[in-house]
């Protein structure tokens, strides 16, 4: 087998077994969405560095639903820049500062009908337990899709020393293994082809999908966005300005 073909096999194999394993938790999760969407609120999504992958994801996505509402601050995601502006120096360093994660909050006016969903492989950095541990003193519910087998072996970086998996009220495990990376080339030191990318997005898109079934079988029509890069164009462009109407909306009023 090439490397493409391992890559591929660990990355099926990784969706098997979250599939087999996380189900439950991701039913918790899609219900929690459901009932903030369903309450006029906001599922917000967070994620630092290639976190923030699977919370953009959430919104506005051909096929997600109105009312996830993803987080970016772009000195934790523009670190691909490496030298120069919003560069990896950055990245480091601001990931890691305490009371960041707070500040960031205080932009998106929380409101009683929110949640929040945490992307976060390790999940012991402070700009992410921040946020969850912002939210818990709201008594909002905080979902963290993480992985255990990493955090679970590491010590926490927030003073709380808390993991994000020790905070969040559901926990989805990404069971992706610490190095991350997948394939082992022969003659060659490194490990290579990440899993975990193309895993916690794919669990991104299952709670979406899932929030949505739940509102739709409660009698609640969700707002969906359909793609506008068809023939029907100018109507599906009519359809997810009404989208963008909704969000505005939601919030307006905060």
């Excluded at 639903?65 to 990245?91: A, C, K, N």
């Excluded at 991350?180 to 490194?190: G, L, T």
């Excluded at 997005?201 to 409660?218: F, G, K, Q």
Aim: glycine share 6%; with cysteine.
């Amino acid at each position: 087998m090439s490397a493409t073909d391992r890559y591929l096999a660990a990355v099926q194999d990784q969706l098997h077994w979250v599939a087999k394993n996380q189900s439950a938790s991701i039913e918790k999760a899609a219900q929690i969405c459901a009932d903030s969407i369903q309450a006029d609120g906001l599922v917000f999504t967070f994620g630092t560095g290639h976190g923030a992958f699977p919370a953009l994801e959430s919104f506005p996505r051909t096929g997600s639903v109105t009312g996830f509402r993803p987080i970016v601050e772009s000195s934790l995601l523009s670190m691909h820049h490496v030298w120069g502006d919003t560069g990896t120096s950055q990245y480091r360093f601001i990931h890691k500062v305490e009371g960041f994660g707070e500040a960031i909050l205080k932009s998106h006016h929380i409101a009683k009908s929110d949640s929040l969903i945490l992307f976060s492989h390790s999940g012991i950095n402070p700009v992410i337990i921040d946020m969850a541990l912002h939210f818990k003193e709201l008594k909002l519910p905080v979902i963290a899709v993480t992985s255990i087998p990493h955090s679970s072996k590491v010590e926490g970086r927030h003073s709380s020393k808390k993991r994000l998996f020790e905070v969040a009220d559901v926990v989805i495990d990404s069971g992706v293994p610490s190095q991350d990376a997948a394939v082992e080339i022969e003659n060659f030191a490194y490990k290579v082809g990440p899993v975990s990318t193309p895993v916690v997005v794919a669990i991104s898109n299952s709670i979406n999908s899932r929030t949505t079934e739940i509102l739709v079988e409660r009698g609640y029509t969700p707002m969906v966005m359909v793609n506008p890069n068809t023939a029907s164009s100018l109507e599906a462009n009519k359809h997810n300005d009404l989208n963008y109407q909704d969000l505005w909306r939601r919030l307006k009023g905060r």
